[in-house]
């Protein structure tokens, strides 16, 4: 009797341990009745599922000295307000263009992302680099794009194009202790960090990456430990009811 108990006991524990571990691995919105704490992510346009903290996302901007013989433009940073900053460009000597004047304005404005790219997921704000003279042909600024807490981690920087209304990605690396994403931008524009959600089979399938169907998996196994220990619940109620009678 109490090895079959036992095994009962196993099964059960074995559920509990699938549905934990699902709870753990999974984003906020598995636990039903408990609200998931704020993102600390500042957004223009929080996305379905994000829980916004209220605040709204600070522009940034930069005025670089330009030099006496209006040759070369003074490298510098450009970072939003936030605490830490949401958005940030490193801007080499001489990457911008000379102008006749004595300084030049570098601005980031956060703006809400204007659909997605067909294999990744936006997990933050569209940010629009833009200055009073354009990029020297052949630069490139170094940006820095925080993400949010609640989506999957970026690991990619995707370029936004309005007037053709498609995405390119850029190559990035990740940064999980800071949460940012840094790539090397070949232009003024619009860009936006982005986690990889979608991948293509060989054979043209789509396939899921991440955590989306872990829940779904953990209920599944749940029913089957539950089905599966059913019948020895029954043995043992069954004999219990023979002991008593006897």
């Not at 090895?3 to 559920?15: P, T």
């Not at 600390?40 to 903290?53: D, H, I, K, L, M």
């Not at 990605?169 to 232009?187: G, M, S, Y």
Request: proline share 8%; hydrophobic share 45%; aromatic share 8%.
């Amino acid at each position: 009797m109490r090895r079959r108990f036992n095994g009962a006991g196993l099964l059960l524990a074995a559920a509990a341990a699938v549905y934990l571990a699902a709870a753990w691995l999974s984003r906020p919105g598995f636990y039903d009745g408990f609200a998931p704490p704020p993102d600390s992510y500042r957004w223009v346009q929080p996305p379905a599922g994000v829980t916004s903290n209220g605040q709204k996302p600070l522009p940034g901007q930069a005025v670089l000295a330009v030099s006496s013989d209006h040759s070369r433009v003074a490298g510098g940073t450009v970072a939003t307000g936030d605490q830490p900053p949401q958005a940030e460009v490193v801007i080499q000597p001489g990457a911008l263009v000379a102008p006749n004047l004595d300084t030049v304005s570098v601005e980031l404005t956060p703006q809400a992302a204007a659909g997605r790219p067909a294999d990744a997921l936006i997990v933050g704000n569209l940010y629009c680099l833009t200055s009073s003279v354009s990029l020297t042909q052949g630069e490139q600024l170094q940006l820095i794009l925080r993400y949010s807490d609640q989506l999957p981690g970026a690991n990619a920087v995707y370029r936004y194009d309005d007037e053709t209304r498609s995405w390119v990605e850029l190559r990035a690396v990740r940064n999980p202790k800071a949460a940012t994403v840094t790539a090397a931008v070949p232009a003024l524009g619009c860009y936006a960090p982005a986690a990889h959600s979608i991948a293509t089979t060989s054979s043209g399938a789509t396939v899921v990456v991440g955590n989306r169907w872990l829940p779904y998996v953990a209920a599944g196994t749940i029913l089957l430990v539950l089905f599966a220990g059913l019948p020895l619940y029954l043995r043992l109620r069954r004999d219990g009811r023979s002991r008593s009678k006897s």
